[in-house]
């Protein structure tokens, strides 16, 4: 049964000092959060959404305090100059933090790129950090209609849209994915996601496979298909997009 939407409530729309930012959890250093680039990646603690094929359920709510201090994970940054390039904000959301665009900004003035992992949720919050981002990787998990089956929450498609079209008007570069599950994405659901994803002007997309690591929803564990999307859908696909990656685990 789907929730309430996952609005952001007026306290959470005041931004707050870097300090307030609520972490549940760091990579010290990876190479895929950024293309090309070595990274820190910093999950934000809390997202309102449920969707079933989660991987990282255990930062879903929002917790009452940091699982690391800021001023820890600043530390940690300084000593990590000249190792890595970049730090992605991820999550989780990162955007339902309203301590984001402060934590960002001191990032940046450290001399580091800044990265962002966003599932389109948060729109205005999405609109004030643009601008400090050197790359967005955001999700569209499936045809819009579709999102509160998804996602479990009433509703949760009406973000989508003016997300990407704000981070498409912006310049920043970006990657925009789809993770796809045979019970939760049809063939035919996904490549009319593709055609509007090419009509809104997407350059650059990738569909990446599910991956059962951290998901607790057994039924989807057990119900993958390795042939699944077809050769001649991805082709399809592939035909809408200038950049068009098949990311398989
Ligand atoms: S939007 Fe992302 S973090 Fe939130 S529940 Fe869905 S998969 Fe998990």
């Known amino acids: 049964m789907s929730r309430k939407a996952g609005v952001m409530s007026s306290s959470e729309q005041t931004r707050l000092p870097a300090h307030a930012l609520k972490v549940g959890g760091m990579t010290a250093f990876s190479a895929t959060d950024f293309p090309g680039k070595f990274a820190t990646t910093i999950f934000i603690q809390g997202c309102p959404w449920r969707c079933s094929y989660c991987h990282n359920p255990h930062l879903q709510e929002r917790a009452a305090a940091s699982a690391i201090h800021w001023e820890d994970i600043l530390l940690f940054l300084r000593r990590r100059r000249g190792f890595i390039d970049v730090v992605v904000f991820s999550g989780g959301e990162p955007c339902i933090d309203p301590a984001l665009y402060a934590a960002i900004q001191e990032v940046k003035e ?27 990787g955001f999700d569209v998990k499936t045809r819009l209609p579709d999102y509160p ?101």
Request: charged share 15%; glycine share 6%.
């Open 149 to 249: 089956a998804l996602t479990s929450i009433n509703k949760s498609g009406a973000s989508i849209l003016p997300c990407i079209e704000q981070i498409l008007a912006s310049g920043v570069d970006y990657e925009c994915r789809t993770t796809f599950h045979p019970s939760l994405l049809d063939e035919t659901a996904l490549l009319e996601l593709g055609r509007q994803l090419c009509d809104l002007g997407v350059k650059n997309y990738v569909v990446q496979q599910f991956r059962p690591i951290g998901c607790q929803d057994q039924a989807l564990n057990l119900a993958t298909q390795p042939s699944y999307p077809s050769a001649s859908s991805l082709k399809e696909l592939a035909s809408y997009f200038p950049r068009f990656a098949f990311r398989a685990h």
């Open 110 to 136: 450290m001399g580091f790129a800044i990265g962002l992992h966003t599932a389109c949720i948060y729109p205005r919050q999405l609109q004030q950090v643009l601008p400090l981002i050197d790359w967005v």
